[in-house]
Structures are given as C-alpha cells and as structure tokens.
C-alpha cells in the first residue's frame, strides 16, 4: 500500500466522512480517496495530515484503510457509532486483517477524529498500538475544524 513503517514517522489516520465526490457529480465513477471525501471535516484533517508529515491512512467505514490512492469505486452512507462497527460497516475482523497487512509499526499514531474512534482503534489492534487524539476535548466539530485551521495557519502541529 506504500505506507511507511520506519519508527521515526509519524502515521497519521483521518476519518472518511461525508459529504463525497458522488454528493456533487454524480457520474464521477470510481476515483482516488483523496479526491472521493470533500467534507469541510476531512479536507482539513487532509490538509493537515499532507502539511505536517504527507503519510496518511483514510479510515472508512465501508472500505476500512485506505491509501490517499485507493480507489473508491462509488458513494456509500455508513458511519462508525460510538460502539464501533455495525451490520452495514466493514466488519472488525478485516480492520484487524487491513491492519495486520499494512505493516505499521510506529510507537505512536495520530488519529483526527473524535472519540468514536478510541474504542475502535484500541479493538482492531488488541490494545498493543498506541494512539494520539489531538482533537479530544474539544466542543464538537466546529471546535475540531478550528483546532486544525489554526495549526494549519500557523505551521504548529498538534504535540504527541
């Protein structure tokens, strides 16, 4: 997939989201991630993740990890709950498969999204991989969204 696995890079995951390329042309067809998710959310989780270390994974609930050059073939309307998967989600135990597949050996991930995604996480890798939640505490998506505009602005990533 052409992650990098060296310890001394920074991952960083962020979370699909919606509204997506098929909201706005339909005809679309199958596209690259990084053109598939055009939310105000993911364009600037996306922003920041290409800013401040370039190597990022695109978690989606119907497809799981992508690479910025999966392919995506069409639109899709699942979430992740705060419980995790569901019926209509990528199953738990392919995430466990992706990750496994991915090789990713970092002490430590960074995943910019909300809270929904501690327990996920910690489930797909057993508890063993440690994550960091910059955007925690915050006071809902517009908070979020103004957390990254201003590291974006100012060149200041979020600490570990």
């Given at each position: 997939m052409g992650i990098p696995n060296g310890r001394g890079e920074l991952m960083i995951i962020i979370p699909s989201g919606k509204p997506k390329i098929w909201d706005k042309q339909e005809d679309a067809g199958p596209v690259i991630a990084r053109q598939a998710y055009i939310g105000n959310f993911h364009c600037l989780c996306r922003a920041y993740a290409e800013k401040f270390e370039g190597e990022?994974?695109?978690?989606?609930?119907?497809?799981?990890?992508?690479?910025?050059?999966?392919?995506?073939?069409?639109?899709?309307?699942?979430?992740?709950?705060?419980?995790?998967?569901?019926?209509?989600?990528?199953?738990?135990?392919?995430?466990?498969?992706?990750?496994?597949?991915?090789?990713?050996?970092?002490?430590?991930?960074?995943?910019?999204?909300?809270?929904?995604?501690?327990?996920?996480?910690?489930?797909?890798t057993d508890g063993k991989q440690g994550f960091t939640f910059p955007l925690h505490g915050t006071r809902g998506i517009g908070d979020m969204q103004k957390r990254l505009r201003t590291a974006i602005n100012t060149g200041e990533p979020f600490g570990l």
């Open positions: 990022y994974l695109i978690l989606s609930p119907k497809y799981g990890f992508l690479t910025p050059d999966s392919v995506v073939i069409g639109t899709y309307d699942v979430r992740f709950t705060a419980r995790g998967v569901t019926a209509e989600t990528i199953s738990l135990e392919e995430l466990r498969q992706q990750w496994k597949a991915l090789g990713i050996n970092q002490e430590t991930i960074m995943m910019l999204g909300g809270k929904k995604f501690e327990l996920l996480l910690s489930a797909i």
